[in-house]
C-alpha cells in the first residue's frame, strides 16, 4: 500500500498577536510543531503499512523550515517527506493549498490512500482533505473514528456525526481525515531520530508540480482574509456574590426564578 | 473559475441554504439559517434575490411547508432513494450540477459533520472558495459582496473573508448562531423537483449502516433552555452528579468542558466550545469552568450567564451576568435544594 500523510506545520501555540499597524498576524519568533491532529493520521499510516505492506510517504506544504516536521515524521516510523516550497504557493486559501497537495500526490504516483488530520488548530477549517479528494477525483471519508476492516483494495470505516456513526465501505484510492480515536500515536525512538537525520527530504517548487498559475497562491485563491481582530471581551456589569454558600445560593436563586419566568 | 464584473452581475441572484434533515425533521441550523437568508437576500441592491432552500433526502416530500413558514421563497426538492444515508460522492454530485443550473449568488450550509464535508467538495467541484464555520455573515454596502466572518486560531483571532472573483459566495455557519424568524403559516412558496442522475449514483463509496445515539446527544442541549456546565472542578465522574442533580431540578441539559472530556469522566458530546457545540441557551450555569476562550465561543451569546469559582478572577467571572465566589461542592447543592422546593 503506498500511502500519504498529509502533515501541516503550525504554530505550538494559537495565542496569536497582531500587528497594530498592519493588521496582519505576526508568525515571527513563534515556535512550531506538527498539527496535533496529524499526528494520528501519521500513526494511522504507519499501522496500515506493518499490516498491508508498502510506504508511508509525508507530504507537508509550507515554508522551508517545515522540514523539521517531516523529520518527525520519519521519526515516528514514516518511510520518506515531500516538501512543497516555494514562494508563488504561500498565501493559498484552502481551495489552492488542496490544489497544490493534490498535484503533489499525482507526482508521487500510484498512491493508494491519502489520510489528513481532522483540520488545522491555526487555519481551523477542515476543508483541505475534501479539497484534495475534489480535485483528486477521489472518494472521501470524514471524520473517521475506527478502522472496522483493512484490505489492499477496500477499507471498511467507521465515520462520526452529531447524532450517531455510520459504517461505509470505500474502495481505494481514496482520501480520509481522521479523528482523534482511531488510534494511539507512537513517539519516536532513538532508531528513528537518527535515521530521521540521514534520510534526504525531496523538495518540489510549483514548476516541478506543473501547477496552473492561476490557481495558486494569493492571486489563486478565491477566499480573501480582508482584516483580523482579537474577539471583543464582552463588555458587561457583572453582579458578584461572595457571602457564604447558602446566601449565594439564595440570592441566585431569586434571580434565576426571575428569568426562568420571563 | 475567475469571473468578470458583468458575468457576475448578469447571472447570479439567489441565496441558498443547504437543508438538512434529522430523523425526519428539519435540522434547527437549517431554520436558523433560513432567518438570516432572509436578511442578506432584503439586503441585496439588485431587488431580486430569493431565498431558496434546497432539500434532499429519501423522505423529505412534505417537508417544504415548515421551510416557506419560515422565509423560503422557493425550495427544490430532491427526493431518491439513493440519499438515504449520507454518501458525500452523491450529494456533492447532485448539489454542484444544481448550482451550475440555478447559479445562486451565495451558498450557506450548517457547519455541521455533513455541512463540513458536503461543502468543501462542491466548492472544489464548482471553483469557488469556501469560509468555514462563520460566526457572522452580512452584505457589504458598498459593494454588495458577502462579509463571512469566523474565527480562527482556537477562537484567539476573528477574521473577516470577502469573495470578490467567484460565484456563488460559499459558508459553513455554526448552529446557534443566528436565530430563526416566527413561523408564519400563511406564507406559501414555489415548489420545483430535481432528481438524481443515474451516473451520480455510480460511486467507490457506500455507506452500509448507520446508527443513531438517541436521547443522550447534542440535540437535547441545543434545545435546552438552560445548560448547567461541570469543568476541570468538579474534579471527577462522581463531581458530575451535583451537575446532573442541578440540572435535572431545573430541567436543564449537562454541558461539559473539554478538560474534563479528556480526562474521561463525561462523554463527548455534552461538550461545549470550539470543537464541541454552540449554543444558546436563556441561562448557561458555569460550574468550575475557567472560560478559556475555547470554551467561551461556544457559550458566549447565551441570553444569562452564570459562574461559579473559587477563584474570582478566573476569566468566566468577567463574562457572567452573576458571579458566584465559592465551592462548587458547597453551592450547587444549595441551589439544587432551593429549585427543587
Ligand atoms: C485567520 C485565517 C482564516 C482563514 N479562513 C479560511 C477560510 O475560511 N477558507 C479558506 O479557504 N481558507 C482560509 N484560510 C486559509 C487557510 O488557513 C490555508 O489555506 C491553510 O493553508 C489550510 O487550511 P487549514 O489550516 O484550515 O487546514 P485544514 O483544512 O483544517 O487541515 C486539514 C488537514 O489537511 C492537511 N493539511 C492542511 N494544510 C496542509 C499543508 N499545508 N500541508 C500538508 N497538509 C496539510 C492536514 O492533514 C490537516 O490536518 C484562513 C487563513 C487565516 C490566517
Ligand atoms: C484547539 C483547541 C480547542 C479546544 N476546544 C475546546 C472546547 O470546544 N471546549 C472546551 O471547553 N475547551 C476546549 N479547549 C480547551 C480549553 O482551552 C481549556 O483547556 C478548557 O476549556 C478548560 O476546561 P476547564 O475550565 O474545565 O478547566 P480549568 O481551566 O482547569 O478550570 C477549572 C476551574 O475550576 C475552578 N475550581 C476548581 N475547584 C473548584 C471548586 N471546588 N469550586 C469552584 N471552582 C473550582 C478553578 O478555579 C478553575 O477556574 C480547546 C483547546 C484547544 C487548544
Known amino acids: 500500500m503506498k500511502i500519504v500523510v498529509c502533515v501541516k506545520q503550525v504554530p505550538a501555540t494559537t495565542e496569536v498577536s497582531i500587528d497594530p499597524e498592519t493588521k496582519r498576524l505576526i508568525r515571527e519568533g513563534v515556535s512550531i510543531e506538527m498539527n496535533p491532529f496529524d499526528t494520528y493520521a501519521l500513526e494511522q499510516g504507519i499501522l496500515l503499512r506493518e499490516k ?80 484534495m479528494a475534489a480535485h483528486l477525483g477521489w472518494p472521501q471519508v470524514t471524520y473517521v473514528s475506527r478502522f472496522v476492516e483493512s484490505g489492499p483494495l477496500e477499507l471498511k470505516l467507521e465515520r462520526m456525526h452529531e447524532n450517531g456513526s455510520d459504517i461505509s465501505l470505500v474502495k481505494l484510492p481514496a482520501v480520509l481525515t481522521v479523528l482523534k480515536d482511531v488510534n494511539i500515536p507512537r513517539i519516536p525512538t532513538l532508531k528513528g531520530r537518527l535515521n530521521s537525520r540521514k534520510v534526504d527530504i525531496t523538495i518540489w517548487d510549483e514548476k516541478d508540480l506543473e501547477t496552473d498559475p492561476e490557481k495558486i497562491g494569493l492571486g489563486g485563491s478565491p477566499t480573501r482574509v ?22 449565594s445560593a439564595r440570592e441566585l436563586v431569586q434571580i434565576l426564578k426571575s428569568r426562568i419566568e420571563l | 473559475m475567475k469571473l468578470t464584473d458583468t458575468e457576475i452581475a448578469d447571472n447570479y441572484n439567489d441565496v441558498w441554504v443547504l437543508g438538512e434533515v434529522v430523523d425526519g425533521q428539519i435540522h434547527k441550523v437549517t431554520l436558523e439559517l433560513l432567518g438570516v437568508a432572509r436578511k442578506l437576500a432584503d439586503k ?43 454518501n458525500d460522492l452523491i450529494y456533492a454530485a447532485v448539489v454542484s450540477r444544481l448550482i451550475k443550473k440555478y447559479k445562486p449568488e451565495i451558498v450557506i450550509s450548517g457547519a455541521t459533520s455533513k455541512g463540513r464535508s458536503l461543502m468543501p467538495l462542491v466548492a472544489v467541484q464548482i471553483e469557488t472558495g469556501l469560509t468555514a ?90 434545545d435546552a433552555n438552560i445548560i448547567v456546565t461541570g469543568g476541570r472542578g468538579v ?18 441539559a449537562v454541558g461539559a468542558t473539554r478538560a474534563t472530556i479528556d480526562s474521561g469522566w463525561i ?43 473559587k477563584d474570582p478572577d478566573a476569566p468566566i467571572m468577567q463574562l ?22
Not at chain 2, 235 to 252: N, T, Y
Not at chain 2, 274 to 283: C, D, E, I, N
Open chain 2, 320 to 341: 457572567a451576568d452573576v458571579a458566584i465566589v465559592g465551592d462548587l461542592f458547597e453551592v450547587v447543592p444549595e441551589i439544587t435544594k432551593l429549585m427543587s422546593n
Open chain 2, 133 to 222: 464555520d462563520c460566526t457572522g455573515l452580512d452584505i457589504d454596502e458598498e459593494s454588495g459582496l458577502l462579509l463571512q466572518t469566523r474565527p480562527a486560531y482556537g477562537g484567539n483571532i476573528i477574521a473577516t473573508i470577502k469573495c470578490e472573483n467567484h460565484r456563488p459566495q460559499m459558508s459553513t455557519v455554526r448552529q446557534g448562531v443566528f436565530k430563526a424568524v416566527e413561523a408564519d403559516n400563511s406564507r406559501t412558496g414555489e415548489l420545483i423537483r430535481e432528481g438524481v442522475l443515474e451516473e451520480e449514483k455510480q460511486t467507490r463509496f457506500t455507506v452500509l449502516s448507520e446508527e443513531s445515539y438517541g436521547e443522550d446527544s447534542k440535540i437535547s442541549l441545543h
Open chain 1, 226 to 247: 480582508v482584516s483580523t481582530r482579537k474577539p471583543d471581551a464582552r463588555d458587561k456589569h457583572t453582579i458578584v456574590l461572595n457571602g457564604s454558600a447558602s446566601n
Open chain 2, 267 to 309: 462523554s463527548y458530546s455534552h461538550q461545549v466550545g470550539q470543537t464541541g457545540l454552540t449554543v444558546q441557551p436563556k441561562v448557561y450555569i458555569a460550574c468550575g469552568v475557567s472560560g478559556q476562550i475555547q470554551h467561551l465561543v461556544g457559550m458566549q451569546s447565551s441570553d444569562f450567564i452564570i459562574a461559579i469559582n
Open chain 1, 52 to 131: 498491508h505492506g508498502g510506504e508511508v510517504i509525508v507530504l507537508s506544504m509550507g515554508p522551508a523550515r517545515a522540514e523539521l516536521t517531516i523529520r518527525e515524521s520519519i521519526a515516528c516510523g514514516a518511510d520518506r517527506g515531500v516538501l512543497l516550497n516555494g514562494r508563488p504557493l504561500g498565501g493559498s486559501d484552502t481551495y489552492a493549498t488542496s490544489y497544490i497537495l493534490s498535484q503533489g500526490i499525482k507526482k508521487i504516483g500510484d498512491v493508494d490512500l491519502v489520510i489528513c488530520g481532522k483540520q488545522a488548530v491555526d487555519g481551523d477549517t477542515a476543508q483541505v482533505g475534501p479539497g
Open chain 2, 44 to 86: 441585496r441592491a439588485s431587488g431580486n434575490s430569493k431565498v431558496v432552500c434546497l432539500l434532499m433526502g429519501n423522505k423529505v416530500n412534505g417537508l417544504e411547508k415548515n421551510l416557506f413558514y419560515q422565509s423560503a421563497d422557493r425550495v427544490i426538492m430532491v427526493e431518491d432513494e439513493s440519499l438515504k444515508y449520507f
Open chain 2, 235 to 252: 474534579k471527577s465522574p462522581e463531581g458530575f452528579k451535583i451537575i446532573h442533580a442541578l440540572a435535572e431540578s431545573v430541567r436543564g
